[in-house]
């Protein structure tokens, strides 16, 4: 049985969401106000959304997104499926898109001009900081694998490529001494193709990072039940907070998948971003819609429930757009 999660991902949030690729410049048809003191209103026009796997949160919550803003402002927004985080903001700052969902590491990583970003920093603003990403390592029982070291010679899907899980799944497998590039047998699969590895057996585990519950991983657990299990990956933490001060401990509570216990695990914030020239009053209308009707979007997913105002501004390195200080009152 497949859980609620995906039946709303494959059918009511449809309305907000676009084929992938179909990305799109900004259009507006009047122009916005740009500088300090622009008004905390959208002006008419369309925008686009990028999100990611279309079995993750990013792909439900961006569905949502888009409907709460083209439903309560003058903006009519679409949202894409996409391959995440690093696909995200490469896109985002070739104008493919004009918002974009990320991993708070990997828009780190763009601002500094480091990782995927090598030598080229990315020019983008935050509109707020959003719920955390749960990394979430499973495995098949008969796997053998206890461990992240022991991960040596098997096949894991390590998530699409250009993906924030990509990212994450390499630095897991650095820190435990492992070369992603030549000590596993790395498969670049996007989630659904990953659940279906999973469950015919043609993989031996597989990295995501998401929010709680993703729907594909429901579904490879209550189709599995106790022939997978989750991984304790916190003995990586420490090695993770070298690279990024962004990682830090969490939980994945026992009964989000029906497990027998909770599994510690590394958490991992997301942030929404735009480009430095997305409109003041564009930016202050959507970030002050997030948190006036967050009530809808949790309704989308309960992931959502972690989206929280005290923590909205804590962005950084990523600039916080002026829109968005000025919506949040900073």
Known sequence: MRSWALKVAAGGLAIGLVAAGCGGKRTPDAAAPQGGGAACEAADGRITIATGNSGGVY????????????DNT??????AETGASVQNIQQLVANDYDVAFSLADTAADAV???????GKPQDVKALTRLYPNYTQVLVRADSGIE????MRGKRISTGSPKSGTEVIAHRLLTAAGLNPETDVQAQRLDLAKTADGMKDGSLDGLVWSGGLPTAQITDITTSLEDRVRFVDITPQLDALKQVNEVYDRGVIPAATYGQPADVPTV???????????????DAC???RLIF????ELEAVHPAAKGIAREEAANTDPVPLHPGSQDALGG
């Open 112 to 118: 500094a001009g480091k990782g995927a970003f090598d």
């Open 285 to 287: 209308a959507v970030t």
């Open 74 to 79: 003058e903006l009519k927004a679409t949202a």
């Open 59 to 70: 792909y439900v919550v961006g569905g949502g997104l888009a409907k709460l803003i083209s």
């Open 292 to 295: 006036d009707r967050k009530g």
């Open 267 to 281: 958490v991992v914030p997301n942030v929404l971003l735009v480009r430095s020239d997305f409109p003041e009053g």
């Open 147 to 150: 461990s992240i070291a022991d």
